[in-house]
C-alpha cells in the first residue's frame, strides 16, 4: 500500500524569524551547558545546530547557526570562550563553521522525501557529524601549523579533534533524532 507523502513543514515568514532566533539562542546557550568529560569539554551546542536543521530545514537552520556565529564575531560572549573577531584564529573555530555547514545539509537531507524516519534522522545526523569535524579538523591543523605557530601533527589532531570527542557527539546524534520525532508533530500543528 503507498503512503501519502508528506508535505514539507513550511511556516509563516513571522514564525521563521522567531524560530530561527529561538534556535540562534538555544545554540548560545547550549555552549554554555557544559558535560563534564575528561580531556575534551563537551557542550550541548552540535546537538541544538543539528536540531536547527532538521526543524526548520538547511536554509533556516543554517541561518540560525550563522547568526550565532555573527553575533559572536561582533563581540558579544556566545562562544564557549568568549566572543570578538580574535576567535577567528582560534583553532577552534573551525567547528563552528562546520556548524553552519552541517546544519544545512542535515536539513536538506532530512527536507527530501516521506516520511521521516528514525533512519533517515540519524543518516542526516551522522553527515552532519562527519561535515564538522571535517571542517573543524582541517581548520584547527591550518590555523596550528600556519598561523599561530603551534604546530601538530596528524596523529594528536586525529586523537584530540575527533577520538575523544566524537561519542558524545554520536549519543547526540541519536538523541537529536528521538527528540525531531516527537518536536515535528507538535510543530506541524502551529503552522
Not at 52 to 74: C, E, F, M, P, Q
Not at 131 to 143: D, L, P, R
Request: glycine share 10%; charged share 10%; net charge positive.
Amino acid at each position: 500500500m503507498l503512503q501519502k507523502a508528506e508535505k514539507p513543514l513550511r511556516y509563516s515568514p513571522v514564525l521563521n524569524l522567531t524560530y530561527t532566533a529561538m534556535f540562534t539562542t538555544l545554540i548560545a546557550v547550549g555552549a554554555f551547558i557544559k558535560i563534564p568529560v575528561p580531556v575534551v569539554p563537551f557542550t550541548l551546542q552540535f546537538l541544538f545546530t543539528m536540531l536547527a536543521g532538521l526543524l526548520l530545514g538547511g536554509k533556516n537552520g543554517a541561518a540560525s547557526v550563522a547568526l550565532y556565529i555573527a553575533l559572536g564575531l561582533a563581540g558579544l560572549p556566545v562562544f564557549a570562550e568568549g566572543g570578538g573577531i580574535w576567535y577567528l584564529l582560534k583553532p577552534s573555530f573551525g567547528y563552528l563553521i562546520g556548524f553552519c555547514l552541517a546544519s544545512y545539509v542535515t536539513g536538506k537531507i532530512a527536507g527530501h522525501g516521506n516520511p521521516l524516519t528514525i533512519k533517515k534522522l540519524l543518516a542526516a545526523n551522522f553527515t552532519g557529524l562527519f561535515i564538522v569535524y571535517g571542517v573543524g579538523m582541517v581548520y584547527y591543523y591550518i590555523i596550528c601549523n600556519f598561523v599561530i605557530n603551534t604546530p601538530i601533527g596528524v596523529w594528536p589532531l586525529f586523537l584530540y579533534c575527533f577520538i575523544l570527542a566524537v561519542p558524545g557527539d554520536i549519543c547526540l546524534c541519536i538523541l537529536a533524532a528521538y527528540l525531531v520525532k516527537r518536536i515535528q508533530p507538535v510543530m506541524k500543528s502551529m503552522r
